[in-house]
């Protein structure tokens, strides 16, 4: 059997992974917070048929040998965590993060995720929780007689009540970052956790030690660029569609070989 057949059916399932990508990329580009995701490909094992530098006759050797490569395969789906573009909602529970990190939240089973979707909402507890009712890490439970809330760039939630005149400071958010934020875990729900890839979260406040700062009244929006997306996967269609001509070709070169006669 052609080396050929197997070596571009292996093209076509590394474009199928690369246009799943591409098409979940386009697919979250107005979710908050969504960070886009690149496939990275490496070559597959190759054949060597004839070693480099093999002597032939005496101070003489081969300069180049012949190998044959037996295809390709994804090797990794890398998470690009560049900065999205920013969206004013004037919402006071709303906030982004301009910079590094990631706001912490709170699972039922006790466990911490992480996430750069910053619309939190308040529950009937009065605590800051995502959409999904996961609270913020620390806990932050707003008054209900509060009038205002203030959300400072350095993450100190304060607000103002009735009958003061100085507005009452409740808390402040922790962020996390990671030395290796792509080696995060997605976990759907716009949540990551943390692997032994990332390493341990690093907790600090916002705006010291390489944290970004806090934005009010703004969402962060997905990083994906609907143009750059298109153009990948017309070239992943095309890479497709010239594996499949080889597979094409490499048939019709059987047929030959089949129909040949004494």
Do not use: C
């Not at 052609?2 to 590394?14: E, P, T, Y």
């Not at 101070?59 to 040998?65: H, S, V």
């Not at 943390?194 to 969402?219: K, M, R, V």
């Not at 997905?222 to 990948?232: F, G, K, L, P, R």
């Amino acid at each position: 059997m052609m080396r050929a057949l197997w070596i571009a059916a292996s093209g076509m399932n590394g474009q199928q992974y690369k246009i799943d990508t591409t098409a979940n990329n386009l697919a979250n580009v107005n979710t908050t917070g969504f960070k886009k995701s690149r496939v990275d490909f490496q070559d597959l094992l190759y054949q060597t048929v004839r070693y480099a530098g093999t002597p032939v006759t005496a101070g003489a050797q081969i300069p180049t040998g012949i190998q044959i490569g037996h295809g390709v395969r994804p090797v990794a789906t890398q998470k690009l965590f560049t900065q999205g573009t920013f969206q004013q909602t004037d919402n006071p529970l709303d906030m982004v993060i301009e910079g590094d990190g990631f706001f912490q939240v709170l699972l039922p089973d006790g466990s911490v995720r992480y996430t750069r979707d910053g619309a939190f909402k308040r529950d009937s507890e009065g605590r800051l929780v995502t959409s999904d009712g996961f609270p913020l890490e620390p806990e932050i439970i707003i008054d209900d007689d509060a009038l205002s809330v203030n959300i400072g760039a350095d993450g100190t939630v304060s607000i103002q009540v009735p009958g003061q005149d100085e507005p009452k400071e409740l808390r402040q958010i922790k962020l996390a970052r990671f030395v290796n934020p792509a080696g995060l875990k997605s976990d759907g729900r716009n949540l990551y956790s943390a692997t032994a890839a990332s390493g341990p979260p690093i907790i600090g406040e916002p705006g010291l030690d390489g944290f970004g700062n806090i934005a009010q009244g703004y969402l962060e929006m997905s990083n994906v660029q609907v143009v750059e997306e298109m153009v990948s996967m017309i070239v992943a269609q095309r890479a497709y569609e010239t594996n499949s001509k080889a597979i094409q070709a490499a048939d019709e070169m059987l047929q030959t070989a089949n129909n040949l006669r004494r």
